[in-house]
T-cell receptor
């Protein structure tokens, strides 16, 4: 079974631009979660989607948004990029999104904002 | 809301020595607890998890962890460390009965010296 894939793997943007990241979950998984990872902050939860609906949201500004498609693929968008948005963005999938389930992580998209 | 503390940001051990990584959590009920490992340039991989039953949990790669409710701890152990164990380790807590909003610790970076 193919694992979680994320595209692109690397991105360089400038302040003020917007960016869209993509995540394809493991086949059969319907829950997708997004995390921001930065040195010193660890993983910060962004949001979780299940059946095209956002079920949980972390404490991030409205510039961070996401969506999920009917095939469970998910995208996250960051508008009006700031230097502090430079981070590794990780996507994780699980079967139904219950807290007890194992999350399977993709390799991440490394975003650098100049 | 749940929280996780990993008091050691960086640990160095000699190959063949024993290892213990500390994790303390805060949560009102019985939590779901996880340890994940992240190798350089990769996503996170589950080592083990606890959600009920035996408080000593065995995981992959020879790791184990013990849930101690009285101490709110879930420390990760390995009797003999191999050079390939060098990575970053994350403890995480999930709310029992809820959906995916797992809170991760800041991570402990393990260095293994020959």
């Amino acid at each position: 079974k193919a694992g979680v894939t994320q595209t692109p793997r690397y991105l360089i943007k400038t302040r003020g631009q917007q960016v869209t990241l993509s995540c394809s979950p493991i086949s059969g998984h319907r829950s997708v979660s997004w995390y921001q990872q930065t040195p010193g902050q660890g993983l910060q939860f962004l949001f979780e989607y299940f059946s095209e609906t956002q079920r949980n949201k972390g404490n991030f500004p409205g510039r961070f948004s996401g969506r999920q498609f009917s095939n469970s693929r998910s995208e996250m968008n960051v508008s009006t990029l700031e230097l502090g948005d430079s981070a590794l963005y990780l996507c994780a999938s699980s079967l139904a999104g219950a807290s007890v389930e194992t999350q399977y992580f993709g390799p991440g998209t490394r975003l650098l904002v100049l | 809301a749940q929280s996780v503390t990993q008091p050691d940001i960086h640990i160095t051990v000699s190959e063949g020595a024993s290892l213990e990584l500390r994790c303390n959590y805060s949560y009102g009920a019985t939590p779901y607890l996880f340890w994940y490992v992240q190798s350089p340039g990769q996503g996170l991989q589950l080592l083990l998890k606890y959600f009920s039953g035996d408080t000593l949990v065995q995981g992959i790669k020879g790791f184990e962890a013990e849930f101690k409710r009285s101490q709110s701890s879930f420390n990760l152990r390995k009797p003999s460390v191999h050079w390939s164990d060098a990575a970053e380790y994350f403890c995480a807590v999930g709310a029992s009965g809820g959906y995916q909003k797992v809170t991760f610790g800041i991570g402990t970076k393990l260095q293994v010296i020959p």
